[in-house]
């Protein structure tokens, strides 16, 4: 029999670009629930579409069923992916934060307490950035538990500085869920960023 401390269980990568966050179109731009002023658009002339942090603690969020196979007592990990669109060589903070329900109540409609947070400085406008990764697990003060049924993930810019940040997407790295039981975790933390 194979025993859960004999895998070498392998970092899975989750990416949500920014198309997949929750919006609303009044028409003229795309506006996300929380912060009604963050416009969606393109990169300068890259074709990367993203979130733009228009003022001062901005926020934007994408919902989902709860994953099963992400193994949520383990470390998992959470990086922004951005752009800065102006040199304005600021740092920018940019901190997460989950809503869980089961069916048939609402998420939060606004960022509640973060659980982890990360902090990045551009090296150059216009291209792809990534933040270093926070980690956090189930029993992180307000991270993810995985036991509702559904789960809102916040994307707080909490600086939205001179660089004119954009969110491109959020990234996640977490082992797989693969036994009922608590996992055993040999993995280094990623170093990607």
């Known amino acids: 029999m194979i025993r859960d401390k004999n895998i070498g269980y392998k970092y899975q990568s989750l990416y949500f670009p920014a198309a997949a966050f929750d919006k609303v179109d009044d028409g003229?731009?795309?506006?996300?629930?929380?912060?009604?002023?963050?416009?969606?658009?393109?990169?300068?002339?890259?074709?990367?579409?993203?979130?733009?942090?228009?003022?001062?603690?901005?926020?934007?969020?994408?919902?989902?069923?709860t994953p099963t196979n992400v193994d949520w007592d383990n470390n998992v990990f959470y990086r922004a992916i951005w752009a800065a669109a102006s040199a304005g060589g600021a740092t920018e903070t940019f901190a997460f934060s989950v809503s869980e329900v089961d069916f048939g109540s609402?998420?939060?409609?606004?960022?509640?307490?973060?659980?982890?947070?990360?902090?990045?400085?551009?090296?150059?406008?216009?291209?792809?950035?990534?933040?270093?990764?926070?980690?956090?697990?189930?029993?992180?003060?307000?991270?993810?538990?995985g036991t509702k049924d559904m789960l809102r993930i916040f994307v707080d810019c909490t600086t939205d500085s001179a660089n004119d940040p954009r969110l491109i997407g959020l990234e996640l790295k977490y082992l797989p869920k693969l036994t009922p039981s608590p996992q055993t975790n040999d993995q280094a933390d990623p170093t990607d960023a």
């Open 28 to 65: 003229t731009s795309g506006q996300d629930t929380g912060a009604s002023g963050d416009n969606f658009e393109e990169v300068a002339t890259t074709g990367f579409m993203a979130w733009q942090f228009a003022g001062g603690d901005d926020q934007v969020h994408v919902s989902m069923t």
């Open 106 to 145: 609402a998420p939060a409609t606004s960022a509640p307490t973060a659980f982890a947070s990360v902090s990045d400085t551009a090296a150059s406008i216009n291209v792809p950035l990534a933040t270093p990764w926070a980690k956090a697990d189930s029993s992180t003060t307000n991270g993810i538990t």
